[in-house]
């Protein structure tokens, strides 16, 4: 295997391409179903280059979210943009496709497949170029500290290997937009900290959004903080805004679990008052 | 790089453990039945079809349970997001699918080519053109399982599929009768031929017939896999419909045996030492050294003890109860030959010599079908002239004792008599007038 994907790796026509919209992600009013009712229902959000941590109650819509984004799902209503297509009916995905990267909250594998074979199959599925495929998957691997486990079954793998074999084809692609829902679930704190500091790294050239829990995560790796409650965004700022929002005395075990627990709040307040 | 796919998809889809099992079973299935085609081609390629039965229905749920991967291992939200269109992402694992299929077939074809290699001595080459038609059954089977299985997304599917596939084969088969069946049968079996011995063929203009439905049936399966939208999938089974209609043309009007006789595995093959001549069939070339020795010591008891006695024997493909021409010749003794699997004659040479020389070396007649009383009357009587010709008692059997009576009041009478007797029994066996041979041999009438 070619270990000189450092150097390989760096310029691809794509990524010096000049961009021809301002955001990756764009959403004005955006309605989206999950069966019958509207879990997104009038989200604004403009999202750019970053890590970009999406943090809600369960039900808020977060994963409706990710699913839209990801083209699992089509809009409902309203208006959005994904690297400057317009997301609509009769739009051929196909190109935009190739720049999305995305893990799903329950990740899927075939566990007859090593680590490898998976993971240069998502490669072909997401049409990476069949040159750059061996060196786009070892660097995968290798990011994601999974380049020992290669030959390993997929249905050996730990709970912990498992994400990481999910979030090293998320961006076996090299993709402009990383979704990534409940990536940290089954990591262990060390792991968290690598995965920290992975992202911080795909942040300065992708769009990355990570859906989770875990506001800790949020803090530590995001650039800003997106809070969703009722299929709406309640609160977009950097995570210090977060942090400062909450104070001692509140909810909550830290100053940034704090924070979200009053932004949270306040939101309804200010709903139930209207 | 859709090869390095291809690898994987053979690897890890289950091909390897489906081909390995459709051999497997094929091969063990082919070995009971080895009686039936042991030593030779044409009959292990009618015998392989008709194990289609069980094996098309094989292929369909191993392609329906393949088709349900991705809702299994719940992988389908994941690749409905990247870039590959359906078609083309379809592509390695069908081909990994037909490609088990096919090998599955072949592997159980080379098993019975092992055998059929050392012991058969008449290669016909539509028997190769049969086992292809059958390779296309697989591959069919196959794409057509992994549509239905797309189709119908459930755990059931693949059982189901097997199930409804081998009761389609199943009562199509049974439908093949042997009269007037609707030429639409021939398309739903697997091996719409039956077995009508080891003289027949079927003809090439049917392997093509079958060749064009199949390649509909396969175009269709793979299309209705492959392709993502509904009107796709109903555009997909045009070509089976075109090619339903194209097979139906194109399979011979008479319907009624498809398999055809093939006069090259009923040519001759002689021996003549000593100016003795025995011949067999092609297709039964390794019984000559067996029937040589009884040949020649009956031709010899012949001419010992009857006067016009043959002077060759020869081997018929033609069953006695078919009509043959009358009267039987009188230079030639006709015999029917039975090959064992593993070569050669299947009889002893003391077998032999009571067949050859059974109603004093001539055939039964056909106008004992379906008279009992006559038939037995008949067996006995060449059975009894056979004991006198050889000198013993004849071998128990279904009409042993009756010809054991017979033959000891045969030798009641003056040896001149006896002589007189025999001959006229071979007369009119040869003639195969209808008479009762019983009186003929040891009646009072006379």
């Known amino acids: 295997m070619k270990r000189k994907y450092g150097m390989k790796k760096a310029i691809r026509a794509a990524s010096v391409a000049p961009t021809t919209h301002a955001w990756a992600i764009r959403a004005r009013d955006l309605r989206v179903r999950a069966g019958r009712h509207l879990a997104v229902n009038g989200l604004d959000l403009s999202l750019g280059v970053g890590v970009h941590g999406l943090l809600g109650p369960n039900g808020a819509g977060k994963t409706t979210l990710m699913r839209v984004l990801a083209t699992v799902l089509r809009p409902a209503g309203g208006d959005l943009e994904l690297l400057g297509h317009s997301i609509h009916r009769r739009l051929d995905l196909r190109t935009l496709r190739r720049s999305i990267g995305y893990l799903p909250q329950e990740f899927g594998f075939y566990g007859r497949f090593t680590v490898r074979e998976f993971i240069e199959y998502l490669a072909w599925l997401k049409e990476v170029p069949a040159r750059d495929v061996p060196d786009a998957v070892q660097r995968a691997l290798e990011r994601t500290r999974l380049a020992d486990r290669g030959n390993s079954r997929m249905k050996t793998l730990s709970g912990g290997m498992l994400r990481r074999a999910g979030i090293a084809q998320a961006i ?103 | 790089m859709t090869g390095r796919i291809l690898r994987i998809e053979i690897l890890r889809s289950g091909a390897l453990s489906a081909a390995a099992g459709t051999a497997l079973l094929g091969a063990t299935l082919l070995y009971v039945a080895v009686d039936g085609w042991g030593g030779r081609w044409m009959l292990l390629a009618l015998w392989q079809r008709e194990f289609l039965f069980i094996l098309w229905p094989m292929a369909l749920g191993v392609g329906a349970w393949h088709a349900g991967r991705d809702r299994r291992s719940r992988t389908d939200e994941l690749i409905s997001t990247t870039a590959r269109p359906r078609w083309h992402r379809s592509l390695p694992g069908a081909a990994a699918m037909a490609l088990s299929a096919a090998v599955g077939y072949v592997l159980m074809y080379a098993a019975g080519v092992a055998q059929v290699a050392v012991f058969a001595s008449y290669l016909p080459g ?3 053109v049969i086992a292809g038609v059958g390779v296309l059954w697989m591959v069919s089977g196959a794409w057509l399982g992994m549509t239905v299985g797309a189709l119908v997304p459930s755990r059931l599917t693949p059982a189901v599929t097997a199930v409804v596939g081998a009761a389609v084969a199943i009562v199509a088969i049974t439908d093949r009768g042997y009269s007037h069946v609707p030429k639409v049968v021939h398309l739903l079996t697997p091996s719409p031929f039956g077995f009508w011995g080891d003289f027949v063929t079927v003809s ?134 039975e090959l064992d699997p593993w070569g050669g004659a299947k009889a002893t040479p003391e077998e032999l010599r009571w067949r050859l020389l059974e109603g004093a070396g001539t055939r039964p007649c056909p106008y004992i079908i379906g008279k009992p009383l006559a038939a037995r009357s008949h067996h006995t009587a060449r059975l009894a002239a056979a004991a006198w010709l050889i000198g013993g008692r004849p071998p128990s059997g279904e009409y042993g004792d009756a010809a054991l009576r017979a033959w000891e009041k045969l030798q009641s009478l003056p040896a001149t008599e006896q002589r007189d007797r025999v001959t006229a029994l071979r007369e009119a066996a040869l003639a195969c007038d209808e008479v009762n041979l019983l009186d003929v041999l040891v009646g009072d009438s006379r």
């Open chain 1, 172 to 274: 076996v692609n090299d993709p402009e937009i990383l979704l990534m829902d409940e990536p940290t679930v089954g990591l262990d704190p060390e792991q968290r900290m690598d995965f920290r500091s992975l992202l911080r790294e795909l942040g300065t050239h992708t769009c990355v959004l990570v859906s989770t829990h875990l506001v800790e995560d949020v803090v530590a790796a995001c650039t800003d903080v997106v809070l969703m409650d009722a299929g709406r965004v309640v609160f977009h700022g950097v995570p210090a805004d977060l942090v400062g929002a909450g104070q001692a005395g509140m909810v909550g075990d830290s100053s940034a679990e704090r924070g979200y627990t009053e932004l949270l709040r306040r939101h309804r307040a200010a709903e139930g008052a209207a």
């Open chain 2, 126 to 128: 539509q028997s190769v």
């Open chain 2, 204 to 337: 090439g203009r049917v392997s093509a017939a079958h060749t064009v439905w199949l390649a509909g049936l396969a175009v269709a399966g793979l299309a209705g896999f492959a392709c993502a939208t509904r009107t796709a999938r109903l555009v997909g089974l045009l070509p089976a419909a075109v090619a339903a209609v194209a097979a139906l043309a194109l399979l011979p009007a008479d319907r009624q045996r498809l398999p055809v006789p093939d006069p090259e595995a009923a040519a001759l093959v002689c021996s003549s030492d000593a100016g003795l001549q025995v011949c067999v069939t092609r297709v039964h070339a390794t019984a000559l050294a067996d029937l040589r020795e009884p040949a020649r010591q009956a031709l010899a008891t012949l001419s010992a003890k009857l006067p016009r006695a043959p002077t060759s024997v020869r081997e018929t493909p033609a069953s006695w109860y078919d009509a043959q021409p009358r009267p039987q010749p009188r230079d030639t003794l006709l015999v029917e030959l």
